[in-house]
């Protein structure tokens, strides 16, 4: 991570806390301590009002304190604070007038949409070097700390490490309120240092005390709990990972062996056939669902953040009557690359949940039960066996569990998004080839819309009669968002768009050679006159990087879509299966 660590710098940290009071006894040979802190680590010297971390980013790294202070921003700030700037949508006549102003010239800016500003007028700017990186000052800084709510951390204190570890988005910004140095700890090293128990115990208790209860409440199924219920629930709920996180690297190797090898190689969070002893809440990640199917498996559904798995058949089982043998698991439930989840005792989930669970919010079978339940034991027999002579039932009389609603019908196309990873696409753009032309006017409309430069080429997958384009797809886990030097690549909080804001862009090409599907490209950049921008200090040509926005500033939306003249081109959202199998009915009507 720094080739300038050098063991004089790993003897200084091994002499700090919290790796003084870590028994080298607790990790193993081949990875010992002081080969963590050199090659997992790096330090870092901020200066005043450096933006260290911000809300809503991805990262892959945790912080630690090692002298000097830093400011956590409780309020969230403005775009422009932060060194990039609000995009709003173009009224009509806005989008004609750009249109018909548009330079001769492909990927034409202005020269403030090349380089951030150097002086916010307050001695501190926006972009500039700090010692071998490029750097983000907060505008106003003294201003921003006098009229914001902050918390002041000091030496010894860690923060960023539930981002680098469950990988989420940020959940505040940080700046460094003075000078301040710094130790980075990327995700893999923070995962080997928690082989030491005291370690992980502190990590552990302040994900507990500070978090889990907030992620507990951000799954539908939880959040009509009561506080005193809820906290129950976080005592008892278990944190378990699977997989690698760095699936983007893998996948390229995986999604080239059969399904079923696929399946099989892919680690095994609960398994068909057994009978429930947790809720299972996704909290990041993607989780595959299969059942057995002759010799091997096939896909039945997948999981993204905030699904649970499980609930049918532990609702049944809480609410069935005693002489009814319990449920057991439908389906197998599998990780696809990296799947991070919290496990609920079958216990709590009885107590503690279920009696605050809308009836909405349950599977049918279940929610008939929670009805029965409050009526006598002679009714709920009555009505159990009506219901077994009226309905389609298997064998055993309990209803054919499907635990997401949202199962294809055609499990071969189901399977092809899931091996190509597809489901991570919030925004996927799929062509119905049965109904495409092969005009171009989808690839001529971008590039109309963007600089002369389209944004995307008509290629990509196929998988029968629908192609899915190599386009950004506003991933719900970007990777390409992971290592920005200066956060110039970021998600809209409103439109969910993950969007280049190009003057703190600095064209060191991360997110393009991150992204697994090679859906952003680097592209040099021109004045109105056609003459490429340069680096002064090095004199090369000023790179940018570029991708699908989804057209979010023009009033038609995506541009692809709209001048598509046969309906043939959607963007669709594949982190559920839902919407592509209603989109695949209309189609078929």
Request: glycine share 6%; aromatic share 6%.
């Amino acid at each position: 991570m720094d080739a300038s660590m050098n063991d004089a710098d790993v003897s200084w940290l091994r002499s700090r806390e919290p790796f003084a009071s870590m028994s080298p006894k607790s990790f193993p040979r081949t990875i010992p301590l002081d080969g963590i802190l050199r090659n997992d680590c790096r330090i870092r010297r901020c200066e005043p009002g450096e933006i260290l971390v911000r809300e809503g980013d991805y990262g892959n790294s945790a912080f630690l304190v090692l002298s000097g202070s830093v400011r956590v921003m409780v309020n969230a700030l403005a775009p422009e604070q932060l060194g990039r700037s609000t995009k709003k949508k173009l009224s009509w006549s806005q989008a004609l007038r750009k249109y018909l102003r548009r330079s001769n010239y492909p990927e034409t800016r202005e020269p403030h949409e090349v380089t951030s500003n150097i002086d916010s007028g307050n001695g501190i700017g926006s972009l500039r070097q700090v010692d071998d990186r490029p750097a983000v000052f907060l505008q106003d800084f003294d201003f921003v700390l006098r009229d914001n709510e902050t918390v002041s951390l000091g030496p010894g204190e860690l923060f960023g490490e539930v981002a680098a570890m469950y990988r989420s988005p940020r959940t505040a910004t940080v700046v460094s309120e003075t000078e301040a140095t710094l130790l980075e700890i990327r995700w893999q090293g923070l995962r080997i240092l928690r082989r030491d128990a005291g370690f992980a115990d502190t990590l552990e208790a302040h994900y507990r005390k500070h978090w889990l209860a907030v992620h507990l409440r951000e799954v539908s199924l939880l959040r009509h709990l009561p506080e005193a219920s809820l906290n129950r629930v976080a005592d008892a709920t278990q944190l378990r990972s699977f997989g690698r996180m760095e699936w983007n690297t893998d996948y390229r190797k995986t999604r080239k062996l059969p399904v079923e090898q696929q399946i099989e190689s892919e680690p095994l969070v609960a398994q068909e056939g057994r009978v429930p002893t947790d809720l299972i809440i996704v909290r990041s990640g993607f989780g595959r669902l299969s059942q057995h199917f002759g010799a091997s498996h096939r896909t039945t559904a997948y999981l993204g953040k905030g699904h649970v798995f499980g609930l049918e058949e532990l609702a049944h089982n809480s609410l069935r009557a005693a002489e009814t043998p319990p449920s057991t698991l439908s389906n197998s439930l599998r990780a696809v690359g990296f799947l991070d989840v919290l496990f609920i005792p079958v216990e709590v989930f009885a107590s503690e949940i279920l009696p605050h669970v809308r009836r909405s919010e349950l599977p049918d079978s279940a929610a008939r039960l929670m009805v029965q339940s409050s009526e006598s034991r002679r009714k709920q027999d009555e009505r159990r066996r009506a219901d077994r002579e009226s309905s389609g039932t298997r064998g055993d009389g309990e209803d054919v569990p499907s635990p997401t609603g949202q199962q294809f019908q055609e499990t071969g196309l189901l399977e092809f998004i899931v091996e190509n990873r597809m489901n991570n696409g919030r925004q996927a753009m799929v062509i119905d080839l049965h109904r495409c032309t092969r005009c171009d006017d989808c690839v001529k409309a971008c590039a109309a819309t963007h600089d002369g430069n389209p944004r995307f080429v008509r290629e990509g997958i196929s998988h029968e009669q629908l192609q899915f384009v190599q386009a950004c797809m506003q991933c719900t886990d970007p990777v390409c968002m992971i290592g920005c030097p200066t956060g110039a690549i970021a998600r809209d909080e409103e439109t969910g768009v993950v969007e280049i804001y190009e003057p703190i862009c600095v064209g060191c090409g991360t997110c393009a050679a991150a992204c697994p599907y090679e859906n952003i490209r680097m592209a040099e950049v021109f004045d109105s006159q056609g003459r490429p921008y340069h680096d002064i200090e090095r004199g090369k040509p000023i790179m940018k990087a570029t991708k699908c926005d989804m057209c979010s500033r023009q009033p038609s939306g995506p541009a692809c879509a709209s001048a598509c003249p046969h309906d043939a081109l959607v963007r669709i959202d594949l982190s559920e299966s839902k919407p592509l199998q209603q989109w695949l009915e209309r189609r078929s009507e």
